[in-house]
C-alpha cells in the first residue's frame, strides 16, 4: 500500500538487517504517519534479527525504527549490553539457520524458537571486554575490506587505461 510509505519513520527490512554489520544499520525505506500504525515501534539500541528467507542477520538501529513481520526487535535490559547481545546473536546464526530454520521453500524460525535460546551471561565486567574485544577486530576487518575495495577499484582503473585505444 503506497500510501504507508514516503514518511520520516525508518523501517527495518529483511535485507537492510542483512546488509548491515552491527551498528551501521540504515533503512532503505520509511513510513509515513499512516502507515506507523501498523507496525510496531522499536527504540534506538534496539537489536533486529531476521526470521524470514535470510535467517539470524543482526543489526542495531541508532534510532526509533519500525519493523516488519521478518524481523523481531530484541531490547536489552541494559542498553549497554547491546553489543555483547548483538555479538552473541551473531555467532548463533550457524545454529539458527541450519540446524532449527525449517528447511522448507523459504526458511524461517519464529519466537518460539528464539524465547528458549541460551544466550551464555558471564560478568557485566566480561561481557564488557568481550563486546570492546570483538568490536576492536571487526574495526580491523573493516579497515582491511576497505582497502581491499579500493585497491580493486585502483586495478580496475589501471586496466581500463592499459587498454584503452587513443582516439
Excluded at 546488509?19 to 540504515?26: I, K, Y
Amino acid at each position: 500500500m503506497p500510501q504507508f510509505f514516503g514518511g520520516p519513520y525508518p523501517f527495518a527490512q529483511t535485507g537492510d538487517v542483512a546488509a548491515a554489520r552491527g551498528r551501521d544499520f540504515s533503512a532503505s525505506q520509511f513510513l509515513s504517519d499512516e502507515g506507523v500504525q501498523y507496525s510496531k515501534s522499536f527504540p534506538a539500541g534496539t537489536i533486529f534479527l531476521t526470521i524470514a528467507a535470510v535467517i539470524a542477520a543482526t543489526a542495531i538501529s541508532a534510532t526509533e525504527t519500525y519493523c516488519t513481520d521478518s524481523v523481531v526487535g530484541v531490547v536489552p535490559k541494559d542498553p549497554s549490553d547491546v553489543d555483547y547481545l548483538e555479538y552473541t546473536l551473531r555467532f548463533t546464526r550457524p545454529y539458527l539457520e541450519f540446524e532449527v530454520a525449517t528447511q522448507t521453500a523459504q526458511k524461517n524460525i519464529n519466537l518460539e524458537v528464539l524465547r528458549p535460546l541460551t544466550i551464555p551471561w558471564p560478568s557485566k565486567e566480561d561481557r564488557d571486554a568481550i563486546a570492546k574485544e570483538l568490536a576492536a577486530a571487526e574495526s580491523v576487518i573493516r579497515s582491511i575490506e576497505a582497502r581491499q575495495a579500493a585497491t580493486k577499484q585502483l586495478m580496475h582503473k589501471m586496466l581500463r587505461a592499459s587498454f584503452e585505444v587513443p582516439a
